[in-house]
């Protein structure tokens, strides 16, 4: 291979080189911008395809154009009502002007460090600001619970704020400070809330005895209530047998009653009737009194001598 025809692939490679070093592509979930010794060139090239740079002198500098997680830290903070509580929050955010973002913060991880701040002090300043009631509940509800102890739940009725409008304030005032950065701030919430560890164990046992003094005005209220039934049961029971023994007495009045009449009416019968009569119930009288090895001594005046005496 000639001297000129080595030159030539040379040239053919280097001008390849030096073309090549002036294109860049982006994709759907990237930005960039355009720096030359540092300073930014340009508007931010946010569309993806391919894009064009001097080569060598500038430099691209990339941006995530996807929704960013920011995750903060456990912190312990002190509520309105003087409660220390640990605080777990996270957000979602995005960089809407890399231009001004890089200007003001360079890279992403400059950008969490300084979401760090802006988020973590309005979280302390919201929580700060709001009992615990107010964070740990969004809307207003009716415990159900005992007559007696409504009146002191209703305080946890009793919710102005909420959690949901509390997250709502810290998101708007977050937003407020970073409008000059680049960013926007798209969600705020409260990941978890927990008691701090040194009065952990005293909520607890505060929330046992709660529980043990509803459930021993439970069993008062039960005992009070089966002793009442108890004693219902007692009236009626003795209110049933009384007007047992008393219908009881009416239908045995009744019954001696006809008895009666009927045995007036057989007393009122012809002489024929009333000796048929004497005479059955001598029959069934002796037939009760004697046996086969008795032996009977009749006076002959008796009704019974007289019966006996006709039928010979």
């Known amino acids: 291979m000639s001297i000129r025809n080595i030159l030539i692939l040379l040239l053919a490679v280097l001008f ?10 982006l994709d759907e979930t990237q930005q960039a911008i355009v720096t030359q010794f540092g300073r930014p060139v340009g508007q931010p090239r946010t569309q993806p395809g391919m894009n064009f740079k001097v080569p060598f002198i500038q430099r ?4 995530d154009k996807r929704f960013l997680e920011w995750d903060g830290d456990v912190n312990q903070v002190p509520t309105k009502d ?18 001004q973002f890089f200007i003001r913060l360079r890279d992403e991880r400059s ?5 760090d701040d802006i988020l973590d002090g309005e979280t302390r300043n919201a929580v ?3 009992d615990l009631l107010e964070l740990v509940r969004s809307s207003n509800r009716s415990p159900e619970v005992v007559e007696d102890y409504m009146q002191e739940m209703e305080k946890l009725a009793n919710i102005k ?7 709502a304030q810290v998101l708007k005032r977050a937003n407020e400070r970073t409008s000059d950065l680049g960013i926007r701030i798209l969600d705020f919430r409260f990941k978890r809330m927990n008691y701090a560890e040194e009065v ?3 909520v607890y046992e505060r929330m046992i005895s709660e529980r043990n003094r509803i459930a021993d005005q439970f069993r008062s209220e039960g005992q009070g209530e089966a002793r009442k039934i108890l004693g219902d049961k007692e009236r009626d029971l003795a209110r049933i047998r009384s007007e047992a023994v008393m219908q009881a007495e009416r239908i045995r009045g009744r019954a001696d009653s006809t008895a009666t009449a009927i045995y007036a009416k057989a007393y009122n019968r012809t002489a024929a009737s009333r000796d048929l009569y004497g ?34």
């Open 111 to 115: 950008g969490q460090s300084r979401l």
């Open 200 to 202: 952990r164990d005293r």
């Open 16 to 25: 390849f080189a030096v073309s090549w070093s002036g294109v860049f592509i």
């Open 82 to 99: 003087k409660t220390y509580i640990l605080v777990d929050t996270y957000a979602r955010w995005e960089i809407v002007d890399p231009l």
């Open 60 to 63: 691209v500098q990339y941006f």
């Open 128 to 130: 700060a600001g709001h």
């Open 161 to 167: 704020v909420g959690r949901s409008k509390i997250e």
């Open 279 to 312: 005479f059955l119930k001598s029959l069934e009288v002796l037939e009760s009194s004697i046996d086969d090895q008795s032996s009977i001594i009749l006076s002959t005046e008796s009704d019974l001598y007289r019966y006996l005496k006709k039928m010979n």
